[in-house]
Nanobody, 122 residues
């Protein structure tokens, strides 16, 4: 079993910055892609940014140029640096990881964190 724990959310003024972190723990064999998704009230969950095991990244058009995703493989941690935040970035942000456990090393499962609230408001 793999657990994802997010941190770093909060309240920030428009134009400000926040950095989200997500640490994976458990009996992990390998983690492939990691990423961040968000869900605003009344809307569907949407992709924000993903990063592959080799470091290839992909961003939603709405955050490209403002957000940067990175990962620390030895620490099984993914980060999301959010700059120039806008009120429309307000949402619950969820960490995602495709990981396999030592018990089933070839079976990759999608894991989700519990979510962290990001509110952009003056």
């Amino acid at each position: 079993q793999v657990q994802l724990v997010e941190s770093g959310g909060g309240l920030v003024q428009p134009g400000g910055s926040l950095r989200l972190s997500c640490a994976a723990s458990g009996i992990i064999f390998r983690i492939n892609g990691m990423g961040w998704y968000r869900q605003a009230p009344g809307k569907q969950r949407e992709l924000v940014a993903v990063i592959g095991g080799g470091g290839v990244t992909n961003y939603a058009d709405s955050v490209a140029g403002r957000f940067v995703i990175s990962r620390d493989n030895p620490k099984n941690t993914v980060y999301l640096q959010m700059n120039s935040l806008k009120p429309e970035d307000t949402a619950v942000y969820y960490c995602n990881a495709k990981a396999s456990s030592i018990r089933f090393p070839s079976m990759y499962v999608n894991y989700w964190g519990q979510g962290t609230q990001v509110t952009v408001s003056s």
